[in-house]
DNA sequence: GTGTAATACATCGTATCACGAGGTATTAGA
DNA sequence: TCTAATACCTCGTGATACGATGTATTACAC
C-alpha cells in the first residue's frame, strides 16, 4: 500500500489494536498485519508521539523473564478514534470525486 | 482535514481535476475546493513532482495576457487513479478495522 | 551444547512532503 | 489610485515513515 495513503491510518489503526484489550509493540505489528505492514521502527515512533500526546499511557511488565511494554489506550485516544470516523466521510466524498472524475467525462 | 489523511489524496485528486479537461494551477484549486483545500504552494509542489513522474504534461498558453500553464493528464497518470481506486479497498477494510474495534469491545 | 529463529525492545539518519511566508506581474473594478 | 483577484513561483521548516542497526532473552532443532 502506498505510503501517503497509509499516513493518516497509522495512529488511528495502533490506536484501535490497543483499544478493546492492552497490547505491546511485537503483538501490535502482528495484530495490525493482515489490515497493514508496518516496521517495528515505525510502531516505536508511533508509540512515543501517541504517548506524548497522552492518547496512551504505558505500563512495563515482565512475561517469562522479558520486559513487555503494555499501552493502553486514554479517553484523548478514544475521541481520537471518533474523531477519524467523522473525518472519513470527507474521505468518502473525496474518493467520489476522484472516482467520478476518472470515470465519466464531462 | 487531518494533514496526513490528506496525503494520499492530494496528487491523486490533482490528477482528477485535470482529467475530462486540461487545467491550470489556479483553476485546480477552485475546483478543489468543495472537496479539499490546498494552499498554491503545496499545488505547484504536486504539479512539479506529477510532472517528473510524466503523469502529465504541460503547455504555456496566454490569456487575457496572462500567461496560464496548462497541465494535461498522461496514460500513466490515468493508471494512477486506477491504481487508487483498487487501493481504496484496503483503505475500506482498514476502516472496518478502526471502526471495529472502536465500537465493540471483545 | 551450539546455532538459529523468534520475541521484544530501542536509536539514528535519510528522504519525502505539505505548507506558510514571501515574491513577481497583470487585469478589473471601486 | 488603490485594492482585490488572477496567475505564477521559491525557500525553509517541521513532521514523519522506514531501513539499518543494535541489545538481550527464550525456544527449539541438530
Known amino acids: ?3 501517503q495513503l497509509k499516513r493518516g491510518l497509522l495512529d488511528v489503526c495502533v490506536l484501535a489494536a490497543i483499544k478493546s484489550e492492552d497490547s505491546y509493540g511485537y503483538k501490535i505489528i502482528k495484530d495490525m498485519k493482515p489490515y497493514m ?8 515512533t508511533i508509540l512515543k508521539r501517541l504517548e506524548g ?3 496512551l499511557t504505558v505500563r ?14 486514554t479517553a484523548a485516544g478514544c475521541r481520537r478514534i471518533e ?7 470527507e474521505m468518502m ?3 467520489q470525486f ?9
Do not use: C, N, P, Q
Request: charged share 35%; glycine share 4%.
Open 60 to 73: 512495563t511488565a515482565a512475561h517469562d523473564g522479558r520486559l513487555r511494554k503494555y499501552y493502553r489506550i
Open 1 to 3: 500500500m502506498d505510503v
Open 83 to 89: 474523531e477519524f470516523k467523522s473525518e472519513w466521510a
Open 53 to 55: 500526546a497522552e492518547m
Open 98 to 106: 476522484v472516482s467520478r472524475e476518472g470515470d465519466e467525462h464531462a
Open 93 to 95: 466524498s473525496i474518493y
Open 37 to 44: 505492514e508496518l516496521s517495528e521502527s515505525t510502531l516505536y
